[in-house]
């Protein structure tokens, strides 16, 4: 069911596997329409848990998607190594990636080796080369939702939350006593559409604030070309019709 609540794009589904069901359909139809519009897809896929249903629903009805003509990057990643499993991308390999016929070429993890202030200069480097501007144009960018209103790895009161120019942000995060790896606003708002996943009533105070702008939660301040916001029906029992 869509709603354009106050001129956002809200839709809620009653369980998890609707949402990952729904959300994967969208996902597929957007990939399909930009191949054949623009010959390419360009993705930044979250990390967490909930995006993984949606994943593996990607990685199950996505076998006539052209592969070969997506790119996979990440909104954000944990300074561990790429096996670990706190790595968004380990979670995004085994739930999706290692599943599909995607070149290995097309698969652009954050360089966590490096040490973070230079992982992040890497991954500028890389998106550089891959859009030609300063600024990434993504077809596509998967976001989560945090009780705190962060996404990404944009959490309240971050160095990267405040920055205005670079795409890419490394910061220390308190809170988790972690350093961080993430796409910055300027990179979330330059995309096509954000599509933020958000599942469980342990998150729907944090749903009515960033459609509010509550408190100016990270969340809140995305506003790319089209930000679709795809809840559960536990995620949207505060304050959303
Ligand atoms: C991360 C994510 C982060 C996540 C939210 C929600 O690296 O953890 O990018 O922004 O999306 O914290 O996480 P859950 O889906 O696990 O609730």
């Given amino acids: 069911m869509a709603q354009a609540l106050a001129g956002r794009d809200v839709r809620i589904f ?3 596997a609707l949402l990952a069901a729904a959300a994967a359909g969208e996902f597929l139809r957007s990939a399909r329409d930009a191949i054949a519009t ?10 967490g848990s909930t995006p993984k249903a949606t994943y593996e629903e990607i990685a199950g009805s ?11 990057f990440w909104s954000d990643e944990r300074c561990v190594p790429l096996d670990d499993r706190e790595s968004n991308f380990r979670m995004a390999k085994e739930a999706l990636l290692s599943r599909v016929p995607i070149p290995p070429g097309n698969v652009h993890p954050w360089e966590t080796y490096r040490p973070p202030a230079e992982a992040a200069d890497a991954y500028e480097n890389r998106l550089g080369l891959q859009f030609g501007a300063p600024l990434p144009a993504f ?3 998967f976001l989560g939702l945090g009780e705190d ?9 971050t160095a990267g939350l405040a920055e205005t120019r670079r795409p890419v942000a490394a910061h220390y995060v308190r809170k988790l006593e972690a350093w961080r790896l993430t796409l910055t606003l300027p990179a979330l708002n ?9 599942e469980g009533a342990g998150k729907a105070e944090a749903v009515r604030k ?3 702008g509550e408190g100016d939660p990270p969340a809140s ?6 930000v679709v916001w795809m809840l559960d029906r536990a995620a949207a029992t505060v304050g959303v019709p």
């Fill in 14 to 16: 009653e369980t998890p």
């Fill in 38 to 47: 623009r010959s390419r897809f360009s993705v930044a896929l979250s990390g």
């Fill in 62 to 72: 996505g076998a006539g998607l052209e592969w070969g003509k997506i790119d996979v």
């Fill in 139 to 141: 077809d596509w960018i």
């Fill in 149 to 157: 209103g962060h996404t990404a790895s944009l959490f309240p009161g």
């Fill in 190 to 198: 330059a995309a096509r559409e954000c599509v933020f996943l958000v």
């Fill in 210 to 212: 960033a459609l509010a």
């Fill in 221 to 226: 301040r995305v506003r790319a070309r089209k």
